[in-house]
């Protein structure tokens, strides 16, 4: 398995010692009491649930607010800092809601990434997938954002990750619209005409991952949240845009 890894269990008194060794990358001890100790990457309380119970575990952190929003507001926010991990630790607060315990540093050693400010030569779609069977779910990876599919998982309490074309000056328009429907729950980011269109980012520009986690369905409008801090609530894009900057993305499925 992709996040298999071989590990070192010592016992002292009550307490489980277990050192992880990953590709001469990285060591890690961790310290938990012996009762505790588990083989599986996810949590003993999500492995002991039927299929569909699961589902509605996740069916329940869905919101319905006044304004329209369909949204998951549970995701945990893993920052990236300065490292170009944003396809890791978007999956990273993927993983961590779905009850896995995994971070970014252990993934990037699973999905051979080198800390090269590239993602070339690494194995990421398929650490994704192997994310997904260790959760008992199931992933469709897809060269384009489809809002219709995006609203489905979420509708079950699904994250959607989208690798998307990025630019700073977009990232600075969705930050001050995201500020104004906070203030005005009337406010509507406006059609996306030519002038709009010609400001989105294109194939040249550099690679982002975000993590969708709501819509609005009468705004035709995507909620998502991005591997930083900053902001306490998700950003607001227009769906059109996030359509056409995706590069790649990845619905988790029941």
Not at 6 to 21: C, F, M, P, S, T
Not at 213 to 239: C, D, H, Q
């Amino acid at each position: 398995r992709t996040l298999r890894a071989e590990v070192i269990d010592y016992q002292k008194g009550n307490l489980a010692l277990r050192l992880l060794v990953g590709n001469q990358r990285l060591i890690r001890l961790l310290i938990q009491p012996v009762d505790s100790i588990t083989r599986e990457w996810l949590d003993t309380d999500r492995c002991a649930m039927s299929a569909s119970a699961l589902s509605r575990v996740y069916e329940g952190r869905v919101t319905k607010p006044d304004n329209g929003d369909v949204l998951i507001e549970t995701l945990p926010i893993v920052p990236q800092g300065y490292k170009p991990y944003c396809g890791l630790n978007t999956l990273t607060m993927a993983a961590r809601y779905f009850g896995l315990h995994l971070d970014e540093d252990w993934l990037a050693v699973a999905g051979k990434f080198q800390n090269t400010g590239s993602a070339a030569g690494s194995q990421l779609p398929r650490l994704y997938l192997a994310v997904a069977r260790e959760a008992s779910l199931d992933l469709h990876k897809s060269n384009d954002f489809s809002l219709s599919e995006a609203r489905k998982s979420i509708d079950q309490g699904l994250p959607v990750v989208v690798w998307r074309r990025f630019s700073g000056a977009r990232n600075k328009a969705h930050s001050r619209q995201t500020l104004i429907a906070a203030r005005n729950p009337d406010y509507r980011i406006p059609r996306p005409d030519t002038a709009a269109r010609d400001s989105w980012p294109d194939h040249k520009s550099p690679l982002h991952a975000s993590v969708v986690v709501g819509y609005n369905p009468s705004r035709t409008e995507v909620l998502f949240v991005e591997s930083w801090a900053g902001m306490k609530i998700p950003r607001r894009m227009r769906a059109e845009e996030m359509a056409a900057t995706a590069y790649l993305t990845f619905y988790f499925k029941p």
